[in-house]
């Protein structure tokens, strides 16, 4: 069995190479999308009032919270309470929608702009969360950032997600999304949590790409 101190410098080397990942990744994106940012960033203006990007209290790496960025895709000032309920029945396996693709999405929710519906099916929204890998708070790849009340329906096991730092995509993600109910895609969470390696996050940022063209559960 590998000694202690292995382990501990095998821990170090993958915490340094998905870093390493992450930087290579967001710094070049950024410089080469600022194009599309500011698209984005006129398309929501004329679209409806209020600001084109939002921060959201998120709950990161060991349960820190941090403020995570988006493209605003919901009237300015919109019920925060209608996406609250829908955790809620999503936790008790209550369809959100009749969409075979998506049922577990709000896919009629009167709240997103019709940017916005573009945005969310394209997953552009998450974009601005590449400043947050940047600055250390999320990764490329991982668990997606979970919203405070959300850990009101965690089971204890579920705590497990939060040893990695949240991601822009992950296993959930190329999985099919709003396909899938809330107690699977902790499951898959916990599992990428205690399992990740260098490769997983290469295959998982590969097969995003697809994933995102077809758009599947991402309504």
């Known amino acids: ?130 400043l947050n890998v940047l600055r250390g708070e999320m990764s490329i790849v991982g668990p997606r950032p979970a919203i405070p009340y959300e850990l009101e329906h965690f089971r204890d096991w579920h705590h497990k997600r939060h040893i990695v730092k949240p991601g822009i995509t992950g296993i959930c993600q190329v999985r099919g999304r709003g396909r899938i109910c809330p107690e699977a895609m902790l499951e898959m969470d916990v599992e990428y949590a205690m399992n990740w390696t260098f490769w997983t996050d290469l295959k998982l940022i590969a097969l995003t790409v697809p994933a995102v063209l077809w758009g599947r559960g991402a309504r």
């Open 1 to 130: 069995m590998p000694s202690h101190e292995a382990t501990r410098r095998n821990a170090v080397l993958r915490e340094f190479g998905k870093r390493a990942l992450d930087v290579a990744i967001s710094v070049p994106a950024i410089v080469v999308l600022t194009p599309v940012f500011i698209g984005i960033w006129i398309a929501i203006h004329l679209d409806s009032p209020g600001p084109a990007v939002f921060c959201q209290r998120r709950i990161g790496r060991d349960e820190k919270p941090f403020n995570c960025f988006k493209f605003r895709t919901l009237h300015h000032n919109a019920d925060q309470n209608v996406h609250r309920e829908a955790i809620r029945r999503a936790f008790a396996k209550e369809p959100l929608s009749n969409d075979p693709d998506a049922p577990y999405k709000l896919t009629d929710d009167p709240r997103v702009t019709r940017v916005g519906r573009l945005l969310r099916r394209t997953s552009l929204d998450e974009l601005p969360q590449l």
